[in-house]
């Protein structure tokens, strides 16, 4: 018996369950729940991802050759005995790149393939392009790299050591840190390392580049970010960035790390098309997407802080230790978010806090989810537990008593509402959200309980703590924060919307289309939003910063926007009226006189010669931010959350388990709950895995031993509890963005740091009262016997 073909053509049905949950035409489209525009296909298999795409006639297939060595002179490259395999067709150096060697990053400090040197196991040499993808695979492996090695740095503690670092390093202060130290009624002097993590997309990083009729070139890539991707193409390829089209209509994936890293494979792919005039596609295998790619970068940290007898805050000395990785990447503004959210939601009287951004050599690290921001809200929230557990209070109580507030500072005009970096926090919700979830989690009842329990339970333990969020929106670096739209209006009635904005399954199309759907006064499913594309858009941001509704969801409503008043301009002179008479309301335009259908009123005013499409531009308002001192407003507003976690620790084994999750999140006025609620859970399950079970362990060689799903090992469905409750705070966003909504793909990420805390306090419960916890993060269960035993 055969089995029937499958057709991704064919429009999958809806069963009567599923239609009946879809909104209706009628009503508004945003502020509901709106299926992701491409659910239901990506369900059947209908979807295209960029591996999925038809391949033209004489496509060849790309394989990176690695590096074997951390550090080493590369002396020379034998690839005898790979061009010698079946199906191989050519390898590709450094001396094939017809542009410049060197990757167009802001740093300039990244080779496009190694050239006289190698600085990480994994480092891409070059490439062997063949027939077939597995003929180049094994070829790629058995081409000879001499390598004369030379001394690695594999540590922060070494970069310091040898002043090892790829930026210079930055330092931040507020008053007198020492001086405060030295008056502080109490004082404790702590250290915390926390690793790195994994992107771990679903689709791994890929691109297929077409070449085009005189000199241009088609590239596909699974990218965040296509604008750098067409730059850092024309740049290898030395041509202008005209002759360069990158195009991604979705990622299954990128959490960050397809945001310059995808560039990569892009420009590798480039070069081998147009050394051999023909089309290259390069896809990672897992492992090779493990040893080549960057991951979040791990910090380090020494910390001196004082404190009253209340548990307040009255000073904080503080050394980050950043290991960037071989290159410079996007370390710097990670590192400086990292700066800008150690205070996360309290304030920092008298501060100090010192960056190091160290050179190590392993793999460059990029952004990840939240962009160094858990890396400074985790430290804070840390010291944050130590203080409660050194005066013997609740956690929660700390936390209150140092929560931003109107409150005035004794002898000053000033009070505690602006932070260290000199941004007021003026949308300040911290209070009344964090006693909101206390009370809605029974977090005093289980504080009890709990304790009951763990009196009479020898070898398991609980623990439980709430931990809030304070998260900047907006790119640090201010010339990101601008995009671009185009909304074409076709004479039937529908709609078409493209802009810069990458959707990697965040739904970033379904809000862009709910939000045109509304401007223009029609149904959801009227409107298309089609592939990120440079040819239609330039120069967009990344798709990065949790901006990319913010962004790109008002760039299309303007330029919605523009093509209603053109039609509300022509029906009010049909009707003699004003054109502010004129209402677009489900699929229909009224005016004073007469309602008539959209559709009718577009086929009248393209019979009129009426413009039915316009573009759109916007660029957020009131930032600005001088990145020599660190200081300013950089970012247009804050998101805010909470999360209460109750976890057990089993004290032989070190083994732990989260039991209940109660999260309150502000995503302001939500456009489409469904979405935001899913990108909650998803962020809090993701940094629950950083925290808990996703450990990257490099030799003392360099070499990542957890570069498959086999060692490393993210949180499955098993991890989540059973009680997992998700609520949204109920105030829009005060600042004027697209319909007083809030970004929400990065905050709730660091809510899953309230799980870290819990196992600390689940540790502190089992060494008694006022213990000191030094636990590792992740906090496997060999880090969570060590620091039971510490």
């Known amino acids: 018996m055969s089995a029937t073909p499958f057709n991704p053509s064919l429009t999958p049905t809806l069963s009567p369950e599923v239609a009946a949950a879809v909104p209706t035409s009628r009503g508004p489209a945003a502020g509901v729940n709106q299926f992701h525009e491409s659910a239901v296909a990506q369900v059947a298999g209908a979807v295209h991802y960029i591996d999925d795409l038809p391949e033209v006639r004489g496509t060849l297939y790309a394989a990176p050759i690695l590096s074997t060595h951390a550090h080493g002179k590369l002396l020379g490259v034998d690839s005898t005995a790979a061009r010698a395999m079946p199906g191989v067709v050519d390898v590709v150096l450094a001396e094939d790149i017809p542009g410049d060697p060197m990757l167009a990053a802001f740093a300039g400090d990244e080779p496009v393939f190694a050239l006289d040197t190698v600085q990480f196991v994994g480092q891409v040499v070059g490439v062997v392009l063949a027939k077939t993808v597995m003929q180049a695979r094994h070829a790629a492996r058995k081409v000879q790299l001499r390598i004369e090695p030379l001394p690695a740095i594999l540590s922060v503690q070494e970069s310091i050591r040898a002043k090892s670092f790829v930026l210079p390093p930055v330092n931040v202060r507020r008053g007198d840190a020492d001086a405060a130290l030295k008056s502080a009624p109490h004082t404790l002097h702590g250290t915390l390392e926390v690793g790195g993590q994994e992107h771990f997309y679903l689709e791994g990083q890929i691109a297929y580049v077409l070449p085009q009729e005189q000199n241009q070139w088609l590239v596909y890539s699974s990218t965040q970010h296509p604008g750098e991707v067409q730059h850092w193409v024309s740049h290898a390829l030395g041509i202008d960035n005209h002759a360069v089209k990158v195009e991604c209509r979705r990622m299954g994936g990128g ?75 996007l370390s710097g503004p990670v590192a400086d978010r990292a700066i800008f959210h150690t205070d996360n939601a309290y304030y920092l009287q008298d501060v100090d806090i010192t960056s190091y951004r160290c050179k190590t050599n392993t793999q460059s690290h990029t ?39 109107d409150e005035a500072i004794p002898g000053t005009a000033n009070r505690r509402d602006t932070t260290h970096y000199q941004m007021k926090v003026e949308d300040n919700i911290l209070q009344p959200l964090l006693s909101k979830l206390e009370l809605s989690a029974q977090y005093r009842r289980r504080v009890e309980a709990i304790s009951a329990w763990n009196q009479t339970s020898p070898v398991l333990k609980r623990g439980i703590a709430i931990t809030p969020v304070k998260f900047g929106i907006s790119f640090t670096a201010t010339l990101f924060n601008q995009a671009g739209a185009l909304v074409h209006v076709y004479t039937d009635g529908s709609v078409q919307v493209n802009h810069g904005g990458a959707e990697m399954g965040q739904g970033l199309n379904t809000k862009v289309a709910q939000i045109v759907a509304d401007e223009l006064g029609i149904p959801f499913t009227r409107v298309l939003s089609t592939a990120s594309d440079t040819s239609k858009v330039p120069n967009a941001s990344a798709t990065a910063a949790s901006a990319g509704t913010d962004l790109n969801g008002r760039a299309a409503q303007f330029a919605a926007r523009h093509v209603r008043d053109n039609l509300a301009a022509f029906v009010a002179g049909l009707d003699g009226c004003g054109a502010g008479a004129v209402r677009f309301k489900h699929g229909e335009v009224f005016s004073p006189t007469t309602t008539r259908s959209f559709d009718d009123v577009v086929k009248m005013a393209y019979a009129n010669r009426i413009q039915l499409w316009s573009d759109g531009f916007y660029r957020t308002p009131k930032i600005h931010y001088d990145k020599t001192t660190l200081t300013g407003r950089p970012f247009y507003y804050f998101a805010y959350g909470a999360a209460c976690t109750e ?21 302001g006025r939500s456009i ?10 998803g962020a809090f ?44 705070w109920h105030e829009p966003n005060i600042e004027d963005n697209v319909f007083g909504s809030k970004a929400v793909g990065e905050p709730p990420f660091m809510l899953g740091i309230s799980v870290f805390e819990a196992l600390r306090d689940a540790v502190a419960q089992a060494k008694g009262p006022g213990a000191a916890v030094q636990l590792t993060a992740p906090a496997t269960a060999e880090n969570v016997l060590k620091a039971l035993k510490d």
């Open 255 to 329: 959490f960050g790390g397809k945001e310059t890293q995808a560039g990569h494979l892009a420009v590798w792919a480039a070069i081998a098309a147009a050394k051999n005039r023909c089309a290259v596609k390069l896809r990672l295998d897992r492992d090779d997407d493990f040893m080549v790619t960057g991951k979040r970068h791990p910090f380090a940290y020494e910390y001196s802080v004082g404190f009253d007898e209340t548990g307040r805050l009255t000073a904080l000395k503080l050394q980050m230790a950043v290991n960037c990785g071989f290159s410079a990447d």
């Open 367 to 405: 952004a990840f989810r939240g962009f160094g921001g858990p890396q400074g809200v985790v430290l804070i929230e840390a010291v944050m537990g130590d203080i409660a557990r050194a005066l013997k209070l609740d956690p929660l109580d700390v936390r209150m008593r140092n929560l931003y507030s």
């Open 647 to 667: 976890v057990v620790i089993d004290t032989l084994t070190g083994e732990s388990k989260v039991l209940k999750v109660d999260i309150l999140h502000d995503v």
């Open 672 to 681: 489409n709950p469904a979405i935001d609620v899913g990108q909650i859970e």
């Open 685 to 728: 399950v993701q940094g629950m895995g950083w925290l808990t079970t996703e450990q990257l362990v490099w030799n003392d060689k360099g070499y990542l031993s957890t570069h498959a799903p086999s060692t490393y090992k993210i949180p499955t469905a098993a991890d989540v509890p059973e009680h997992f409750k998700v609520d949204l």
